[in-house]
């Protein structure tokens, strides 16, 4: 079944050069958009929501950083061929020989998404429809089975559950972060503004 819907999505590749480019596109901009998305939630809206959303922000990192470590220790121990080795598949993008199982990609994307979900951000279902569309496209361009990517959602879902319920004792390091940004920004007017400041210790 996991062949037959990857067969399914990645037939759909070279009907129309538009839509290739689009999901090459798509596939290829996710770690720039996903830091596009972090330096969105750091700098946006007045100070009350800001600080809700820095901690997104940096809820965000965690988890990603979690997952892709995970990840990394499952291909070191398990290997299952890319598609494009074990099948004839339309390849639109280059990538290394390297395991399929989990994608680095879905881990990345569905870490934001999740976090966004479980802390109930105002982007949370604008970053899950980008999540499910670049999980797509990992499938369309050649590079991965959907159980990869079905497999990054969830390796991300436990990782992020994970984050959130440890918010108590991530505080202190989340603190740090926030004091060292600080103390980077602090001469720096225009980022300054923007430093982390405790809501309930404001007049």
Not at 21 to 37: H, Q
Not at 80 to 86: N, S, Y
Request: glycine letters at 6%; hydrophobic letters at 45%.
């Amino acid at each position: 079944m996991n062949y037959e819907i990857f067969q399914w999505i990645n037939g759909w590749s070279s009907y129309s050069p538009y839509l290739d480019k689009g999901m090459i596109f798509i596939t290829n901009s996710v770690p720039y958009v996903a830091i596009a998305l972090m330096l969105f939630l750091w700098f946006i809206g007045n100070q009350e929501k800001r600080v809700e959303k820095q901690y997104t922000a940096v809820y965000t990192v965690f988890s990603c950083l979690l997952g892709l470590s995970i990840n990394a220790v499952l291909h070191l121990f398990y290997y299952h061929p890319r598609p494009f080795v074990a099948h004839h598949v339309h390849q639109l993008v280059p990538h290394p020989a390297d395991s399929s199982f989990v994608s680095d990609h879905a881990v990345l994307v569905f870490s934001i998404a999740w976090i966004m979900l479980l802390r109930n951000d105002s982007w949370k279902y604008p970053g899950f429809i980008w999540a499910i569309i670049v999980g797509i496209s990992r499938v369309f361009v050649g590079v991965h089975y959907p159980a990869d990517v079905i497999g990054g959602a969830l390796i991300s879902y436990g990782v992020s559950l994970l984050v959130i319920q440890s918010s108590k004792k991530l505080e202190p390091l989340v603190q740090v972060i926030f004091n060292v940004y600080s103390g980077l920004t602090k001469h720096i007017p225009l980022l300054a503004k923007y430093s982390y400041k405790d809501p309930s210790q404001e007049s």
